[in-house]
C-alpha cells in the first residue's frame, strides 16, 4: 500500500477528541484518522452508487409525468417552507 503525508490543521476541541478515541481503541492519531478518512470516503461513494443506480434512466420527462399524478394537496405543517425573517 502506497502512502502520502498530508499536514492536517484540527480545532483543537477536535483533536483532543480524536486523540481520547484513538487512545480508547487503542491505535495512534494517525491510524484513527486515516480509518476514519476511509469510512467516510466508504460512505460517500456507496450513497453516489446507491443514487446513481436509483436514478438509472430517469429523465426530467419522467419526472413531470409523475408529478402530474401527484395529489394536489396542501403540504403538512411541518413540510411547509417558513419564510425568512427579516433582521
Known amino acids: 500500500m502506497s502512502k502520502?503525508?498530508?499536514p492536517?490543521?484540527?480545532p483543537l476541541s477536535v483533536k483532543?477528541?480524536?486523540e481520547r478515541l484513538a487512545k480508547e481503541?487503542?491505535?495512534s492519531l494517525n491510524q484513527w484518522i486515516a480509518v476514519a478518512v476511509a469510512e467516510?470516503?466508504?460512505?460517500?461513494?456507496t450513497a453516489t452508487d446507491f443514487?446513481?443506480?436509483r436514478a438509472g434512466r430517469a429523465t426530467g420527462a419522467g419526472l413531470i409525468k409523475f408529478?402530474?399524478?401527484?395529489p394536489d394537496v396542501q403540504p403538512e405543517?411541518?413540510?411547509q417552507a417558513h419564510p425568512a425573517k427579516s433582521r
Open 77 to 79: 405543517p411541518e413540510d
Open 25 to 27: 481503541d487503542g491505535v
Open 4 to 6: 502520502a503525508t498530508y
Open 51 to 53: 443514487f446513481k443506480r
Open 40 to 45: 467516510k470516503v466508504g460512505v460517500i461513494e
Open 67 to 70: 408529478l402530474r399524478y401527484a
Open 8 to 10: 492536517l490543521k484540527l
Open 16 to 18: 483532543r477528541a480524536a
